[in-house]
């Protein structure tokens, strides 16, 4: 529905399934709000707290997607619950289509 914060549009039959940060697959996956994209929760945050500038009263760093220009802060990132949910569906079919 539009303005439903908790959905997800998946526009492949794949998503992000690891952190670009670690390369492991997301337990905690946040959003940053700046650009979409996702990383772990305590590698984003370990991120901010070696790459952070101050400035404007923030703490920001570039994004650590190779390739986007867009920032990222402690205020841009939240904990994406449906993002985790469509990760833990696609395992449970991916897990059941084994077991076949």
Request: glycine share 4%.
């Amino acid at each position: 529905m539009p303005g439903d914060e908790d959905e997800v549009i998946a526009t492949t039959s794949e998503i992000q399934k690891e952190c670009p940060i670690t390369k492991k697959p997301f337990e905690t996956p946040m959003k940053n709000s700046n650009c979409g994209h996702h990383y772990e929760d305590y590698a984003i945050r370990d991120y901010l707290k070696q790459h952070s500038k101050k400035g404007r009263g923030r703490s920001e760093a570039p994004c650590p997607v190779a390739g986007c220009r867009k920032s990222v802060s402690v205020n841009s990132i939240e904990h994406d619950k449906a993002f985790e949910r469509e990760l833990k569906k696609q395992m449970r079919s991916k897990f059941e289509t084994q077991e076949e």
